[in-house]
C-alpha cells in the first residue's frame, strides 16, 4: 500500500491510474479506525479496480476546538487496518498540504436545506467545512464511487447536495451501520468513553429499537418524547436533539404517515463525549 503525502504525490498517483482506466472506489476517513470504517473499506475494495482512503483530521469542520485538540489519532494502527484490507493508496496529507492558503473558507458552497437543521443547527459551519474538504478531496482522487456511512445520516444528504451544485461527477453510495455487539453504533469517539460511560452507551441504541416497536401505536411526538425520557434518565447522558424526520429532506415530519421514508436522527452527550445515531422507521 502506498502512503501518499503531497498532493503533487497523490495527482500523479491518480492520473496512472486513469491512464490505466482503472476504476477508483474512495472512502474519506478522519481516521482512528474501527470496523465501521472497514466495511465501507471492503465495499469499495470489492467494487472498484482500486481503492484508496484519506487519512486527514479536517479542522475546519470543528467547531468546537476541544472536540478538535481530543479527537483520537493513531495513525499506525489505521495503515496496518488499512493496507490489510486491500487498499492500495492512503492520502494522509497534513494540515498545510491541505490548505497551503490557510483553513479560512473561501466558498461558501450551496448545501440546501439539508444542512439547515440538527447537526447544522448544533454545530454551525460544521456541513460547510465537510462540504469543503470533501470537494477538495474529490477534486484530487477523482473517484469514480464515494462510500460514506449512514451512522452520519444528514451528511450523506449534505454531501449529495455539494456533488449536485459543484457538479461532481460520483457516485455517492451509502452504506449500513456497523455496531459493537451490545448496539453501541461503532465511532472514533467511543474510545474517548470512560467504563461507566461505554458501559451505558448502548442505552442509545436500546432506546431507538424500542420506539420503532412504539412507534406503531404512537404518534411522532409521544414517540419522540419516549426516547428523550428513557436516554436522559440514564446518568451522565443527555439528548441534545432528536429528530424524527423525512429520509431525503431532513425536514421534521409530524404523522408517519406524511412520508414513506422516516428516519430518527439523535446527538447525545455522554459526559463530554458526543455521540450520534440514528434509526429507519418507515
Ligand atoms: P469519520 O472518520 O468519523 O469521518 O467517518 C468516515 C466515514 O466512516 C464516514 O462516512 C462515516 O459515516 C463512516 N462511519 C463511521 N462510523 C461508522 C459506522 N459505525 N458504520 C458505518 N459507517 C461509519
Redesign the pocket.
Given at each position: 500500500m502506498e502512503i501518499i503525502r503531497s498532493v503533487g504525490n497523490l495527482a500523479d498517483y491518480v492520473a496512472k491510474a486513469k491512464a490505466d482506466h482503472r476504476s477508483i472506489g474512495f472512502?474519506?476517513?478522519?481516521?482512528?479506525?474501527?470496523?465501521?470504517?472497514i466495511?465501507?473499506v471492503e465495499r469499495a475494495v470489492r467494487e472498484n479496480d482500486l481503492a484508496m482512503v484519506s487519512v486527514f483530521v479536517n479542522p475546519t469542520q470543528f467547531n468546537n476546538p476541544t472536540d478538535l485538540a481530543t479527537y483520537p489519532r493513531k495513525e499506525e494502527d489505521d495503515f496496518r487496518m488499512l493496507a490489510e484490507a486491500g487498499v492500495k493508496a492512503v492520502f494522509a496529507p497534513t494540515v498545510d498540504e491541505m490548505y497551503p492558503r490557510g483553513t479560512a473558507r473561501e466558498h461558501e458552497y450551496k448545501l440546501g436545506s439539508a444542512a439547515e437543521v440538527m447537526e447544522g443547527k448544533f454545530r454551525p459551519g460544521h456541513f460547510q467545512g465537510v462540504a469543503q474538504v470533501v470537494h477538495r478531496l474529490f477534486e484530487l482522487v477523482r473517484p469514480d464511487r464515494a462510500?460514506?456511512?449512514?451512522?452520519?445520516f444528514q451528511?450523506i444528504a449534505v454531501i449529495r447536495n455539494m456533488v449536485e451544485s459543484e457538479h461532481v461527477d460520483v457516485e455517492i453510495v451509502p452504506?449500513?451501520?456497523?455496531?459493537a455487539a451490545d448496539g453501541l453504533?461503532?465511532?472514533?469517539r467511543n474510545a474517548l468513553l470512560s467504563e461507566d460511560q461505554r458501559r451505558r452507551a448502548p442505552g442509545i441504541y436500546e432506546a431507538l429499537s424500542a420506539s420503532v416497536e412504539y412507534s406503531r401505536d404512537h404518534g411522532v411526538k409521544a414517540t419522540r418524547d419516549m426516547v428523550v425520557d428513557r436516554i436522559n434518565a440514564i446518568p451522565e447522558m443527555e439528548v441534545e436533539y432528536f429528530e424524527i424526520v423525512d429520509g431525503r429532506t431532513l425536514l421534521p415530519v409530524e404523522e408517519w404517515e406524511e412520508s414513506d421514508f422516516v428516519v430518527g436522527c439523535i446527538t447525545v452527550y455522554n459526559g463530554c463525549v458526543r455521540l450520534i445515531d440514528n434509526i429507519r422507521y418507515r
Amino acid at each position: 500500500m502506498e502512503i501518499i503525502r503531497s498532493v503533487g504525490n497523490l495527482a500523479d498517483y491518480v492520473a496512472k491510474a486513469k491512464a490505466d482506466h482503472r476504476s477508483i472506489g474512495f472512502v474519506p476517513t478522519m481516521g482512528a479506525l474501527h470496523d465501521g470504517h472497514i466495511s465501507l473499506v471492503e465495499r469499495a475494495v470489492r467494487e472498484n479496480d482500486l481503492a484508496m482512503v484519506s487519512v486527514f483530521v479536517n479542522p475546519t469542520q470543528f467547531n468546537n476546538p476541544t472536540d478538535l485538540a481530543t479527537y483520537p489519532r493513531k495513525e499506525e494502527d489505521d495503515f496496518r487496518m488499512l493496507a490489510e484490507a486491500g487498499v492500495k493508496a492512503v492520502f494522509a496529507p497534513t494540515v498545510d498540504e491541505m490548505y497551503p492558503r490557510g483553513t479560512a473558507r473561501e466558498h461558501e458552497y450551496k448545501l440546501g436545506s439539508a444542512a439547515e437543521v440538527m447537526e447544522g443547527k448544533f454545530r454551525p459551519g460544521h456541513f460547510q467545512g465537510v462540504a469543503q474538504v470533501v470537494h477538495r478531496l474529490f477534486e484530487l482522487v477523482r473517484p469514480d464511487r464515494a462510500y460514506f456511512g449512514e451512522k452520519d445520516f444528514q451528511q450523506i444528504a449534505v454531501i449529495r447536495n455539494m456533488v449536485e451544485s459543484e457538479h461532481v461527477d460520483v457516485e455517492i453510495v451509502p452504506c449500513p451501520i456497523k455496531r459493537a455487539a451490545d448496539g453501541l453504533a461503532l465511532s472514533s469517539r467511543n474510545a474517548l468513553l470512560s467504563e461507566d460511560q461505554r458501559r451505558r452507551a448502548p442505552g442509545i441504541y436500546e432506546a431507538l429499537s424500542a420506539s420503532v416497536e412504539y412507534s406503531r401505536d404512537h404518534g411522532v411526538k409521544a414517540t419522540r418524547d419516549m426516547v428523550v425520557d428513557r436516554i436522559n434518565a440514564i446518568p451522565e447522558m443527555e439528548v441534545e436533539y432528536f429528530e424524527i424526520v423525512d429520509g431525503r429532506t431532513l425536514l421534521p415530519v409530524e404523522e408517519w404517515e406524511e412520508s414513506d421514508f422516516v428516519v430518527g436522527c439523535i446527538t447525545v452527550y455522554n459526559g463530554c463525549v458526543r455521540l450520534i445515531d440514528n434509526i429507519r422507521y418507515r
